[in-house]
T-cell receptor, first 119, second 112 residues
């Protein structure tokens, strides 16, 4: 089974602190993603990475950065935490396989999530 | 208009009934379609995926895809209280380079 592990289930930080959220996957997946999930706003993509040292902005990258130094690890960094970054953060990984009809087959496997509260 | 729209819900069905969850998408280039189930306080887990027009069955779950109408649905037969969860529709395509676009989800409650 694919395992995606997020370092903390609950985290409480203060405004202005630098926050690191860590994610590790054990299935040699190429792709890794960071989402945040808020009531009424659904899942929103923050950043993603298709390869080591690669990163691409998602839909809401402002206030965040990422690091992918090793294939299995993808870190989300809040440079200076603010109260509007209080949220559930979900890491996911996937592989890209191209099927016979040239479809992209990217099933996402999620970690258990980190509920971050910024006070 | 949102890229992926789902029934706003919540949806409530009695135990044993068929639950029907619907999703429409705006990008005609979309090629892969996924349904994730998310229990309260948990992370999403993949339950169904479909790529071709028509029906795909897996146990009590059936995914239906109609690309001409840009519509995908999930049917849950013989609904059980354990099916009570939020169901997320996600769509992928070549144009968005593998990023899944999610709907806001439909919350299903199955009443015993």
């Amino acid at each position: 089974d694919v395992k995606v592990t997020q370092s903390s289930r609950y985290l409480v930080k203060r405004t202005g602190e630098k926050v690191f959220l860590e994610c590790v996957q054990d299935m040699d997946h190429e792709n890794m993603f960071w989402y945040r999930q808020d009531p009424g706003l659904g899942l929103r993509l923050i950043y993603f990475s298709y390869d080591v040292k690669m990163k691409e902005k998602g839909d809401i990258p402002e206030g965040y950065s990422v690091s992918r130094e090793k294939k299995e690890r993808f870190s989300l960094i809040l440079e200076s935490a603010s109260t509007n970054q209080t949220s559930m953060y979900l890491c996911a990984s996937s592989n890209t396989t191209v099927g016979q009809d040239k479809y992209r087959d990217e099933k996402l496997f999620f970690g258990s999530g980190t509920q971050l509260s910024v006070l | 208009q949102k890229e992926v729209e789902q029934n706003s819900g919540p949806l409530s069905v009695p135990e044993g009934a068929i639950a029907s969850l619907n999703c429409t998408y705006s990008d005609r280039g979309s090629q892969s379609f996924f349904w994730y189930r998310q229990y309260s306080g948990k992370s999403p887990e993949l339950i169904m995926f479909i790529y071709s027009n028509g029906d795909k069955e897996d146990g009590r779950f059936t995914a239906q895809l109609n690309k001409a109408s840009q519509y995908v649905s999930l049917l849950i037969r013989d609904s059980q209280p354990s099916d009570s969860a939020t169901y997320l529709c996600a769509v992928n395509g070549w144009t968005n380079a593998g990023k899944s676009t999610f709907g806001d989800g439909t919350t299903l409650t199955v009443k015993p």
